[in-house]
């Protein structure tokens, strides 16, 4: 699975142009923001077996490095 493979090493991409309205911008980029945190819960959960939000900040920072909020906006 290349999820499990690339996991710290992904970066997402955001390219716009002047035509693109900054509705579809933001919905995008909170789409991108929110499978991120999905990735991050269900690792918490499978490997802690607690939810990020009862991690310690040790175990938040492990997550947070294999599933790093990498975007950039071109």
Not at 14 to 34: A, F, L, P, W
Not at 36 to 53: A, C, G, M, V
């Amino acid at each position: 699975l290349y999820e499990e493979k690339n996991k710290s090493k992904s970066i997402f991409l955001v390219r716009t142009d002047n035509e693109t309205k900054y509705s579809t911008y933001y919905n995008v980029q909170q789409s991108i923001i929110g499978e991120i945190q999905y990735l991050r819960e269900n690792f918490s959960k499978k490997n802690y077996s607690k939810s990020i939000h009862e991690l310690s900040e040790e175990q938040l920072s492990e997550v947070n490095e294999i599933y790093p909020q990498k975007l950039v906006e071109h």
